[in-house]
């Protein structure tokens, strides 16, 4: 039986904004070679925030891992800053969601939020920061987009050329690039591939 790796997050875990409409899960989801490929399930609401998040992932996983459980790639966005939720909330929420994976034995993977239009850098930056030392508490890999991408011309090209709001089919080509490169094979249990 093959993996079934759920992905949770805002829409850009569905895609919107590339007309290909893999968006950056079919990128992975593509290039992730096995002898029984992982089953992907995106599963994205728009404008999500790490407490809704927290509140809804477990059952809607639950519906798809079945009785042998599965995988778990949380990609929050930057929909906490927006909806004014502290720091210290944020971490706290990503915190109890990968200590309840971890007590179901849930092997979990998180992308950081990427830059977005509108959303202070530096705040977005603490963001990303405090993500990342939560799952470095847990010994959780984090795929770090922000920092790689806010500078980046062809993010920005990419994200200007469409809906200003969401990158197109090269953005999330860079982001399907950065989470294959920063450890998704080897938490799978996979060879790494060029």
């Not at 959303?119 to 930056?125: G, K, M």
Request: with cysteine.
């Amino acid at each position: 039986m093959s993996i079934r790796i759920c992905v949770v997050g805002d829409e850009l875990v569905a895609g919107v904004g590339d007309a290909r409409g893999m968006g950056w899960v079919g990128r992975v989801a593509a290039r992730t070679r096995a002898e029984e490929p992982p089953s992907f399930f995106t599963l994205a609401v728009p404008q999500e925030t790490t407490t809704s998040l927290a509140g809804r992932w477990e059952s809607e996983c639950n519906r798809r891992f079945g009785k042998d459980g599965g995988h778990l790639v949380i990609a929050p966005g930057a929909a906490d800053l927006e909806a004014g939720i502290s720091l210290a909330r944020s971490r706290l929420n990503l915190a109890n969601i990968l200590d309840d994976a971890a007590s179901r034995a849930l092997p979990t993977f998180v992308v950081g939020p990427p830059p977005r239009p509108g959303v202070e850098e530096p705040a977005l930056a603490a963001l990303s920061e405090a993500f990342a030392d939560v799952c470095g508490r847990r010994r959780v890999p984090y795929v770090e987009t922000f920092a790689p991408l806010h500078t980046h011309e062809q993010w920005q090209a990419d994200v200007a050329a469409g809906d200003g709001s969401h990158p197109g089919q090269a953005g999330y080509g860079l982001l399907a690039w950065l989470v294959l490169h920063n450890g998704w094979h080897s938490w799978l249990g996979l060879p790494e591939q060029t």
